[in-house]
């Protein structure tokens, strides 16, 4: 009777706690720095934990116990777990700007540094930046490897003296797992710890230190500044030399993502500390979908870090073709897209009737004897179970054992596929793209003999299948092709614009490699990154914005490190009017079958070795930022949550007058019964001493430009100068809709007319239906 009523009441409390636990959840609360009503306590800190004090109920858990974070330098706050009636309770308080609750976001070469024209012999960005010597890239990913030949410091110079980091110790990973390749590393999950609480008991293992468990990180951070490692490649694919963007810089470690994805309090204590450490540049392979800048964690947090000269570089999302799908749009981020690169792993797909049909395949030549012969090829549909998707549990053995399977694409992941079918006793694998993913190409290192085919493709293996009694097929694996194909290309999973948050800036920025991309990999994954694959690699192939940040974060660290005075502003600028416009076939860059416009590759493709050497920047001070968040309709409160500052819009309003962001691209926007708009621009001289700049315009459809003056001189270098530009509107606006028109305003040295400086220019008549 003892036992159970003391088992009664265990039950009755774990019950209660389980409520408890359900009922609280995790919020970021914004605090005034200033502290209107801030009496003295010894530390942030302790002021912090006051607010918790008086909030949580008398006779509960220590009020401390509720505290995740506590937040200084990229905001005033912390982040707690809060019942509603806490949370109304904190916001009737004068000292609370804001509460946010948790956003989940998610994560988003042996070539690649050729392909943008790196080299460690040629005069160019390498050189120039003795390879980012000195530079510190902050990478906010899922961990590091750090026994990767990519980390491997031979050659690196000390840690810098302004570094403030430190090697965080936890599990499989201590103080020795640094060195002065990876300078420092640190993991924040109690963000993520609470959210996953009640995850199944079959969640990935993750490592409770700064250690990788997915390998995403370690392949961010190795894209933006690995060392050299010759003989690199995926099972003998693609083999080369293997090289981050930025070889000579510093790496430090900041682990916010894990196995449920990555919480907005997480991130934001990973700024937080990454903005005292004294990194040189942010690179963030991670978001969601677009959120208003006052609600977005990492846009306020990148506020900070730029105030203290840290380039932000972010991922634009992998949520495209969707028009303003891109994330990460403030004007203080750079924010990148994904591309092409003229590299391709052909694993062709002979079809019982002679027929060829195109894909792209990592699986290694030698491993495939038996998809040298012909195989009955067998595609099943059974909306119930997923078949046609290769779901788990879809596939009957006694319908697949030794034939070629189709899955098609989607709902599972891809390589994910090609373990349902060999564990169904399937021999080989053929992946179809569907209409949602048309000819996307990005290839997977798969578990059995396997190859990706586009939709085209794909409509013709249905058809060859609908009209056979017995269809076959065989794989031809024809190993790397390298500049046969025409790239760069915008991939198609790139996040588009027009910017949701900010329509009067041109986002994405540029784009950069992001398909197929090989770089360093973790000794605890397959190469295909399923837990039932025991092959293990040093390198292995991923696709996404996620990979083509990294590029551009390591590009930024080797231009900081050639022009360390530069602000982040200053990069960005040197970055977007150098980028390329054209693939290396010398036309447009494509998207899918047409050029690419701008909302899809904005200023073009990076060019570390224009960027290194711009001629002109368009530079930004913080309180233009602070005129502009006005500009667009931001309230004086959510101009606060941003920056911190006390200002009056209506104020700042009337003291700039027709102000405009000095921003290195332009977007006009005609609204309602407006025909001419003004901008003013400013350039600062960062080339020779006596240079002449004279202006090329290519006016944008159905606008007509005007440039006053035409021509700039300089005396000097870092002089500025201002030029303003017309835009007038003569084309009538009816109800049919005009797609965004684009041109460019270029300013060309005529003592060198190789060097330009450009600037991309989208309009927008906003009253069209």
């Known amino acids: 009777m003892v036992f159970s009523t003391q088992f009664s009441f265990l039950c009755l409390l774990l019950c209660t706690v389980f409520i408890q636990a359900q009922d609280l959840q995790t919020y970021i609360v914004q605090l005034h720095p200033h502290g209107e009503n801030r009496p003295p306590f010894s530390s942030k800190l302790q002021w912090h934990l006051s607010f918790l004090a008086k909030t949580v109920s008398s006779g509960e858990e220590d009020s401390s116990s509720r505290l995740l974070y506590s937040y200084h330098s990229a905001m005033e706050g912390f982040a707690a777990r809060l019942t509603e009636a806490e949370l109304e309770f904190l916001r009737k308080s004068n000292d609370v700007l804001s509460i946010r609750a948790e956003r989940r976001l998610e994560i988003q070469t042996t070539y690649s540094y050729k392909f943008l024209g790196l080299s460690p012999t040629k005069e160019g960005a390498w050189l120039k930046s003795g390879f980012g010597r000195g530079a ?102 693609g083999a080369g030399e293997a090289r981050g963007m930025a070889p000579g810089a510093h790496i430090a470690i900041y682990k916010v993502c894990w196995f449920s994805g990555c919480y907005s309090s997480d991130i934001l204590a990973a700024m937080d500390v990454a903005i005292r450490d004294g990194v040189d540049v942010l690179s963030l392979s991670l978001g969601g979908f677009p959120v208003p800048l006052y609600d977005d964690t990492i846009a306020i947090g990148s506020f900070r870090a730029m105030e203290h000269g840290i380039s932000v570089i972010c991922a634009a999302g992998n949520n495209g073709p969707i028009q303003s799908s891109v994330a990460n749009g403030a004007p203080w981020i750079a924010t990148i897209g994904a591309s092409t690169l003229d590299r391709k792993f052909p694993a062709l797909v002979q079809l019982g009737n002679g027929k060829f049909l195109y894909g792209e395949s990592l699986y290694p030549r030698k491993q495939i004897p038996r998809s040298r012969k012909s195989l009955e090829l067998v595609y099943f ?347 007038i509107s003569w084309k009538r606006i009816g109800s049919k809709r005009m797609s965004f028109p684009e041109g460019q305003l270029t300013w060309f040295d005529i003592g060198n007319k190789a060097k330009k400086v450009r600037s991309p220019i989208s309009v927008t008549w906003a009253s069209m239906k």
């Open 136 to 237: 510190i890239i902050g990478v906010l990913d899922t961990g590091v490897w750090p026994e990767s030949p990519s980390f491997d410091d031979y050659g690196m110079p000390p840690v810098p003296q302004k570094w403030r980091g430190i090697c965080q110790g936890g599990q499989d990973f201590n103080s020795s797992s640094c060195n002065r390749k990876i300078i420092g590393a640190r993991f924040f999950s109690k963000g993520h710890r609470v959210a996953s609480m009640t995850s199944s008991p079959d969640a990935v293992e993750e490592y409770v230190s700064p250690r990788d468990s997915h390998g995403h990180g370690t392949h961010t951070a190795s894209t933006a500044g690995g060392a050299a490692v010759p003989m690199a490649g995926v099972l003998r694919n």
């Open 381 to 727: 549909k059974d909306g119930d179970k997923g078949s046609e998707f290769c779901l788990r549990g879809s596939l009957s053995r006694a319908q697949v054992q030794g034939k070629m399977v189709v899955c098609d694409r989607g709902v599972n992941g891809r390589a994910e596929k090609g373990q349902v079918v060999k564990e169904a006793g399937g021999a080989a694998m053929i992946l179809a793209n569907t209409a949602a993913n048309l000819e996307e190409d990005s290839v997977d290192v798969h578990v059995l003999p396997a190859t990706l085919i586009g939709f085209e493709e794909s409509v013709l293996l249905q058809n060859y299948l609908n009209s056979s009694k017995r269809p076959t097929a065989r794989f031809m694996f024809r190993g790397t092709v390298i500049g046969k194909s025409r790239a760069p290309a915008v991939a198609q999973f790139s996040s588009r614009g027009p910017s949701y948050t900010d329509p009067s800036i041109l986002k994405p920025d540029l784009i950069a490699p992001g398909v197929n991309i090989i770089a360093a990999w973790p000794q605890n994954l397959g190469p295909s990154g399923l837990p039932e694959d025991s092959r293990r690699v040093n390198f292995s192939v991923m696709s996404g914005t996620s990979m083509a940040c990294p590029h551009v974060s390591g590009i930024a660290a080797l231009l900081h490190s050639a022009h360390p005075k530069w602000t982040p502003a200053a990069i960005r600028s040197a970055l977007v009017t150098t980028a390329d416009t054209t693939d290396h076939l010398g036309k447009p860059i494509m998207d899918g079958n047409a050029p690419a416009k701008l909302f899809a590759a904005g200023a073009g493709l990076v060019n570390p070795g224009r960027a290194i050497d711009p001629g002109l920047i368009y530079d930004i001070q913080v309180d233009d930022y602070i005129t502009h968040l006005c500009t667009i309709g931001y309230r004086n409160s959510e101009v606060f949550s941003i920056t911190h500052r006390n200002v009056s819009c209506h104020d700042i309003l009337q003291k700039n007058s027709g102000f405009s962001l000095n921003y290195p691209s332009i977007s006009v926007i005609f609204r309602a019964g407006m025909t001419r708009k003004m901008i003013k621009r400013r350039v600062t001289n960062v080339g020779n001493p006596n240079s002449i700049y004279s202006v090329d315009v290519v006016a944008p459809e159905g606008v007509k430009v005007r440039v006053k003056p035409r021509r700039l001189i300089f005396k000097h270098v870092n002089q500025s100068l201002s030029y303003r530009v017309w835009f």
